[in-house]
């Protein structure tokens, strides 16, 4: 089992930033790939940005490229996944989930990550 905490979600004016992060804890949690996803209201859910279990390969959305950068550390205590975001815009309103795979390497489908956080809301005014 890998356990997910989001934070650091919150309301910032467009052209802002923000920074979330996600502790990950549990067997493992530091190989796998992980990766960020967001849901709008009324919206279906949306891949954002994953990174692989070596942080050295990244995916992005075309939505956020250029803006937002994921990355993630790790010591011996734990596992923790980042998502900076840059000139958001009132369209990345959002509640942000973090979400980790069981497998290495990076991927934009859903499907393939079993555990997810409990979501951090992010809310940009114009």
């Known amino acids: 089992q890998v356990q997910l905490v989001e934070s650091g979600g919150g309301l910032v004016q467009a052209g802002g930033s923000l920074r979330l992060s996600c502790a990950a804890s549990g067997r493992t949690s530091s190989n796998y790939a992980m990766g960020w996803f967001r849901q709008a209201p009324g919206k279906e859910r949306e891949f954002v940005a994953a990174i692989s279990w070596s942080g050295g390969s990244t995916l992005y959305a075309d939505s956020v490229k250029g803006r937002f950068t994921i990355s993630r550390s790790r010591d011996s205590a734990k596992n923790t996944l980042f998502l900076q975001m840059n000139s958001l815009k009132p369209e990345d309103t959002a509640v942000y989930y973090c979400?980790?795979?069981?497998?290495?390497?990076?991927?934009?489908?859903?499907?393939?990550?079993?555990?997810w956080g409990q979501g951090s809301q992010v809310t940009v005014s114009s």
């Open positions: 979400a980790s795979t069981i497998r290495l390497s990076v991927t934009r489908d859903a499907d393939l990550y079993p555990y």
